[in-house]
Structures are given as C-alpha cells and as structure tokens.
C-alpha cells in the first residue's frame, strides 16, 4: 500500500485546485444527478483554509423518500435482483478498477473537504478500494447449507438472500471507505443503497457514486442523499422507520447510534452500528519500546487523531515509562503540521469549529485538575482556526474528562502502571470496547492480555490494524454487527430454510 501512496502523490504533490472531472454539486437519485426539491444548497469548506470548494444540495426528508423509492424499484427490478452473483461480482470488478485509475483525483477530493494529509488521503483510497475488490470476490461465495434430513423422505436447505434496501449513514473522518465498506458487502449481497454521508464530507462519496454510474451499476442501486446538519436527523429516522428500508448500517458517535437503535426498534429492522471507541495503548516492560513508539504514532496521530479506532488511553508500565515518554516526545515535536495538500505534511487541521473546541476543553479541563502537558497543546491560529498542537499530557486522574472520554483528536494521555492485571483492569474500565493495543515480547503475556482485553479487535505489537479481510467491530457500546471479511455480508442477507418433504428415493 505505502509505494501505492508514494506514487500517487507525486503526481499530485503540491496540488492546491481541484480537478472538476469527479467534483460534483449534485446528489445521486435513481441514476440522476439532481438538486433538493426546495432548491436549497449547503456549503462544503476546506478546513485546512476555510475556503469554500463546493455548494451542494440541501436535501431534506422528502428527497430522501424519493431516493428509498428509487433503491426499492432497483432491488425489485430485473437489472438487479435478476443478476447472478458473477454479474454483480463483474460489476463491482469494474468499479473497482475506477477507483483504482482515479485514485489521485480521489484523494484531493478528500484532502480539500476532510483535511487529511495527501498520503493519508491516497492511503484510504487504497484501503477503502479494498472493499470493493475483497466483495466482488466475495459476492460469488455467499453460500447456502445442506442440512442431513430427521426423515428419510425430507431434504433441508439454508440460503442466503438480499434483506432490501439498505440505509448507510457514513462519518466525515473516513469519507471514502465507511461508503466502500458498507455499500460493497451490500451490492456484493444484492442489495440496493441510500447512502447519506456526512455534511462535512459529501464529495468523496459523490465521486464515488460517478464512478459507480461510469461502472454500469444500474440507475437506483446507488442512491445519495447529501444535507446540511438541520436535516440529518430528520433523515436518519426516516431511513430507520420506513417500511421500506430493510436494514440501516451507521458509523458514528455512541450517542446517535442509540438514537437510530431507538428509532429501528418498532419495525424490528436490521441494524449494523459501528460506534465510538476509547481504544487503551499498552506498553509493558518487555515491550520492543521504538516499536511501541511506532505503533503510537501511527495510531494516534492518523487523520489528526480522528479516527474511532485510535489509541485514546495509553497506560506504561513503570520500569519503561521514562524510555517511551522521551522516546514518543522527540517523534511528535517532529510532526509537520499544515494544509494536508503539502505532501510534507503529517497532521492537518481538525475537521471542523465544534470538533477544535472539543479538544481544547478536554486538555483544559485535564490541565485545570493537575495534569501536566510534556509538550503541545494550545490552538496553531497563525496556521489556521482549526489547526492544535500534537499534545502529550502526564499525571491523568480518573476525574479528568481525558480520562473517560473519547478525545478525538492529537492528544496523548500517558498513564503509569505496575502490574498487568492494573492495566488489563484499567483498559477495561469502560463501557467502550472497539479496538485496543499493547506491547510485548512475552509470549504467554500476549495470549494472556489479548483473551483478557474486553474489545472487539486488539492489535498486538501494531498500531494499524484495518484491512478488509479482517473483521471491523466493537463490543459493549461500541456496536453492534462486523464490517469487511466474509461477515460483513451477514448484515445484508436472511437466512432462509425450506424444507422439501414427502420424496420417493
């Protein structure tokens, strides 16, 4: 993946305007590109120089019905439901093979509206490709059982078949592959689509929907409904109490991902959440520490700390405390801080006013209780309103608001420990349970921890652990369900037995 990065941006180093062959200010509704019905536009800002890139339509939930119509005539039609597995298999193939040839252009996209780094950017553009491809492969192994008889004149059978339409509500932080990840396993299934992506980052997925059209994916099996913050929720319960939405997926805060799980109870509809996290980082004594400085960075301060699975709490145990902390303080005075389309760039700004707010409350409320900054912290404003110095801060207490909660951003919490079962204990002391990390070169510790650590994914001695042919998913108030792999396929599909009885053999 890195010599993918580094090629594509060279050939975009520097790039300050965008391309308008996939730049589009249009939503996607039964294969046409439309306004909202109230003519209304919203408009889209580079965080990184708060600029205007683009006006969008303003849709509300009136077109976000016409879009569940679309999707619902698609899933019923010959042109969709009608394929085989291999046609929509080749389908997907080629959508892939778009992504692929337009991945630079893709990328700026996501640089301008998100602020990530250029090689951040290129990087989810392969990682959220991956999809996919890994579904269109995986579209023609969506098997079905045989199950040996109680009788002998019966035969028994389990296949798999498409829930419907399928409501998936995507983040800002990865604006390419939380659209990938769900909308491939759900066309891979035959599903339709209505993707309503986040107001800050509506443009990746529009160009994502272009390429989908370029594909031959037939008019309605993609639909994209785009609106400003005022009509989100109104839309997001239309998606979960229609009668004619089957399942909803959702990436986002803990907090909304209840309010959907609510708004789904009464149609008993099919639900995938992927939610916040609170991912512990540690580091024990017979830990690899340049190593463990690696996987920190790599965890923290991807997308400017803004990614649900990035390390939030970070416990070392006290022998190796001193060693990681000096070590993890010359790596990120080091960070280059600036506009993501600077290919020398590391972290870029925040994504927008309420997040920047955000993490400054929490360092000041950390500060304010006795914690102590090592280095950062504080507002960049000669770089920008949404630009923050990369943080570190000592002498946590559970009291602190850094402790608790999920920062979202560049800031590191370190925590001392003396024993094992003290940092499994603290790790767990959450009602989050995505992801979580640690280090060492004990190799019963590490079965040990690993089995002990209440979470949905646990990287050992790594800091990046997203692929697509791993299972993506939390326990506790993390979510519900598993995206990538062969069971991001389950939250599309039923299960559904037929029993043949009466035969003569």
């Not at 976000?64 to 679309?70: G, H, L, P, R």
């Not at 600077?342 to 994504?351: H, R």
């Not at 404003?381 to 946590?396: C, M, S, V």
Request: proline share 4%; with cysteine.
């Amino acid at each position: 993946m890195l010599h993918i990065a580094r090629k594509c941006a060279t050939q975009i180093s520097g790039l300050r305007r965008l391309s308008t062959a996939l730049l589009q200010d249009k939503a996607l509704i039964d294969g046409k590109w439309v306004s909202a019905a109230s003519g209304k536009t919203f408009e889209v800002y580079n965080p990184a120089t708060g600029s205007i890139i683009a006006h969008v339509p303003d849709m509300d939930s009136t077109d976000a019905q016409k879009s569940i119509e679309a999707a619902k005539k698609a899933f019923y039609s010959e042109e969709w439901s009608g394929l085989t597995a291999k046609e929509r298999s080749g389908l997907l193939k080629k959508w892939f093979r778009l992504l692929e040839q337009n991945r630079p252009e893709i990328a700026a996209i996501m640089t301008a509206e998100s602020g990530k780094p250029i090689n951040e950017a290129i990087g989810e553009a392969v990682y959220g490709d991956s999809f996919v491809e890994w579904f269109a492969e995986e579209a023609r192994r969506i098997y079905g059982e045989v199950i040996p008889g109680p009788v002998p004149n019966r035969e028994l059978f389990i296949m798999r078949q498409p829930i419907g339409v399928a409501g998936l509500i995507t983040p800002w932080n990865f604006p390419h592959a939380m659209i990938t990840r769900k909308a491939g396993a759900a066309l891979a299934a035959g599903c339709t689509v209505v993707i309503k992506p986040a107001e800050d980052t509506p443009l990746t997925a529009l160009a994502l929907g272009k390429l989908a059209q370029e594909a031959g994916i037939p008019n309605g099996v993609i639909n994209i409904v785009t609106s400003g913050r005022e009509h989100a929720p109104a839309i997001g319960e239309l998606f979960c109490k229609s009668p004619d939405v089957a399942g909803i997926s959702f990436t986002g805060s803990t907090q909304v991902g209840k309010i959907l799980y609510r708004n789904c109870a009464d149609g008993i509809k099919r639900l995938g959440l992927e939610l916040g996290g609170n991912a512990p980082f540690i580091v024990f004594n017979s830990a690899n520490i340049d190593k463990a400085v690696d996987g920190a960075m790599v965890s923290k301060f991807r997308n400017c700390g803004q990614t649900c699975v990035s390390a939030n709490r970070f416990l070392i145990q006290e022998n190796v405390f001193d060693e990681f902390a000096s070590k993890l303080k010359e790596r990120v005075e080091g960070l280059r801080i600036g506009d993501g389309a600077n290919s020398e760039v590391k972290v870029g700004p925040l994504i927008n006013k309420m997040q920047i707010d955000k993490v400054a409350h929490f360092v000041e409320d950390a500060v304010s209780k006795g914690a102590t900054v090592i280095t950062g912290g504080g507002r960049l404003k000669e770089l920008g309103e949404l630009f923050y110095k990369p943080a570190i801060i000592t002498n946590i207490k559970p009291n602190m608001v850094l402790y608790t909660e999920e920062v979202f951003g560049p800031v590191i919490s370190l925590m001392k420990f003396k024993t094992e079962d003290e940092a499994v204990k603290i790790a767990n002391d959450t009602q989050r349970g995505l992801a979580g990390y640690f280090f060492s070169e004990d190799v019963q510790q590490i079965f040990r921890v690993a089995r002990k650590m209440e979470v949905g994914m646990v990287g050992i001695n790594e800091g990046l652990i997203s692929t697509a042919e791993a299972a993506f998913g939390g326990i506790k108030e993390s979510g519900l369900g598993r995206e990538g792999s062969r069971h991001g396929i389950d939250d599309y599909v039923y299960l559904k037995y037929m029993c043949v009885g009466n035969l003569k053999f």
